[in-house]
């Protein structure tokens, strides 16, 4: 996920309530907010469009996301960025 990081300008404030893997541009990543200790990891959104469907609404996905750093999970949030080209 490190890889991911770098390839990232600042996270887009542009989130639509109804947004999905299959919405979403491909050249936006996704990554996990944490609410508590502010960490944002980047994921894999292939992976993710895998295991829980490319239809699947990153708002209700959301409940699913734990810090890795913290292990907090309530009240994390996804977020997407641009890829740098
Ligand atoms: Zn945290």
Request: proline share 5%.
């Amino acid at each position: 996920m490190a890889t991911a990081a770098k390839a990232v300008e600042a996270a887009d404030p542009r989130f639509d309530q109804a947004l999905t893997f299959s919405t979403l541009p491909e050249w936006y990543v996704v990554g996990a907010l944490c609410c508590k200790c502010h960490r944002t990891g980047w994921l894999d959104r292939y992976d993710l469009a895998r295991r829980f469907g490319k239809r699947a609404s990153l708002v209700n996905l959301s409940p699913r996301l734990r810090c890795v750093v913290c292990n907090q999970k309530p009240g994390n949030k996804f977020v997407i960025a641009r890829m740098k080209r």
